[in-house]
């Protein structure tokens, strides 16, 4: 099929969509981006559709094995996001992280195609995350240098306040949840000015628990989700190691 208009979405699993489960698709998610090629692709046939987008993955490996792949596509449109999973390494450099990252946007903004960049989240909430702030901060200042340089499109997730509502995010705190997910299809879709008709679905309630539940809740959350990740981090594997991107070739979803 010969796709005229042609979104390629690069990443790591905030791309791929964890968080917003459907055994349906590849990989078992849906995800922002999904949505967002939906909407897209509504009233345009000749709409084609690529997500090369991986958990797990970190800068330079998306740059390595997703940019050159998302150029052979010949894109009209891509949105990659990249360095998160970098952030949460104990030791990271990030001047020169994202001096790679200029050159990947560089490479694709040469295509003609319209890139979307986006900054990190702010994760002052989260007694966990919150450590990494500052990096993030430092990040974004890069991220949004590069963007203006290349000409890129920027989705200023650093400023989305309703994602400080836990009901935004999966089980594992780590991820956005399906809601979390739609409510960034429709902040992306409001950044490339494109009518859309999507609705949030509810969130899921967050119960206010008392002391005691507390402690068991974030016990079950350690031993759950925050142990294995951080075993992966040690043993040097990912949760996305032996899985192939949603959608390698161009499609219509």
Do not use: C
Request: charged share 25%; net charge neutral.
């Amino acid at each position: 099929m010969d796709f005229t208009a042609r979104y390629v979405a690069l990443g790591d699993s905030f791309t791929e969509g964890v968080g917003d489960d459907d055994l349906t698709r590849p990989n078992g998610v849906r995800g922002w981006a999904d949505r967002v090629a939906e909407q897209l692709g509504s009233a345009d046939p000749a709409f084609g559709y690529a997500n090369l987008a991986i958990r797990g993955k970190k800068l330079r490996q998306i740059t390595a094995e997703q940019v050159e792949a998302a150029v052979e596509l010949k894109p009209t449109l891509v949105s990659i996001y990249a360095g998160a999973n970098d952030i949460l390494r104990p030791k990271v450099d990030i001047d020169n992280l994202l001096v790679e990252y200029d050159a990947a946007i560089a490479k694709l903004a040469a295509t003609g195609a319209k890139v979307v960049m986006f900054t990190g989240f702010d994760s002052r909430g989260s007694k966990v995350f919150s450590t990494t702030r500052g990096r993030t901060a430092i990040y974004n200042e890069l991220v949004r240098g590069i963007a203006g340089d290349h000409g890129a499109l920027l989705v200023d997730y650093w400023r989305f306040s309703e994602y400080y509502d836990w009901g935004m995010w999966a089980k594992d705190r780590m991820h956005m949840s399906a809601a979390g997910h739609a409510n960034m299809a429709k902040r992306v879709l409001t950044v490339l000015e494109h009518d859309h008709s999507i609705e949030v679905p509810p969130m899921t309630p967050v119960p206010e628990l008392n002391r005691v539940e507390a402690i068991r809740a974030n016990a079950r959350w350690v031993r759950e989700f925050a142990a294995p990740w951080v075993v992966r981090r040690v043993t040097g594997k990912s949760s996305g190691d032996n899985l192939q991107p949603k959608y390698s070739q161009l499609t219509r979803l």
